[in-house]
């Protein structure tokens, strides 16, 4: 059997490395195909006695495309396990440096940006005032500052469901609001 597999990889070496680098290419690996080529031929050779009576082929052609395909392949954890953290990557261009002026005006229209969310939040609060409860999960959502259902839920020991329902109704709310807010500004041609 040794022998049946090693004349076939000496003959279709080229086609089998072929085929690795297409998979390669169309799952966005960072393998070398002389690896996976290597790998296939170890793999086979290692379980020869399984694959007796079957095409060498069909094997070899299964375990490349499955190689590349599966992000937890064996191939895929033996490559990740021996490359350096930053082996594999590379930048695709490089990147500008900024100047201080983009910086501040980045920075500028972020507070805007953060500063009309928390206007809108405070108008939302203040039109639920009736509201009590839903009042208090929006207080509890911004306190905690996550909108987890479950973690919603534990705090005020209510089933988990009934908390989603109640945040999805405060968001979509929110959302409704904010539409409302911006049309009423575009109208009056108002600007923040």
Sequence with gaps: MKRRID?????NYLDLLELAR???NYHNRSYDPVDVVSFVYEYILERRKEFSNQDIESIA???IMT???WNNSKLNRDILLTQTPFEGTQDKEAIPVEREDTQTQEKI???KWYNDKKALLA???ERIRDDKPKQIVLDKILELQTTNS?????HFDIHYLSAYAYIREIQEEIQDFELEVNTYDKKNNLTR
């Design 7 to 11: 004349i076939y990889f000496s003959e």
């Design 22 to 24: 297409k998979h390669i």
């Design 61 to 63: 052609y299964r375990m």
């Design 67 to 69: 190689s590349c395909y």
């Design 109 to 111: 229209e972020l507070e």
């Design 123 to 125: 108008l939302y609060r």
């Design 150 to 154: 479950r973690k919603i839920g534990k």
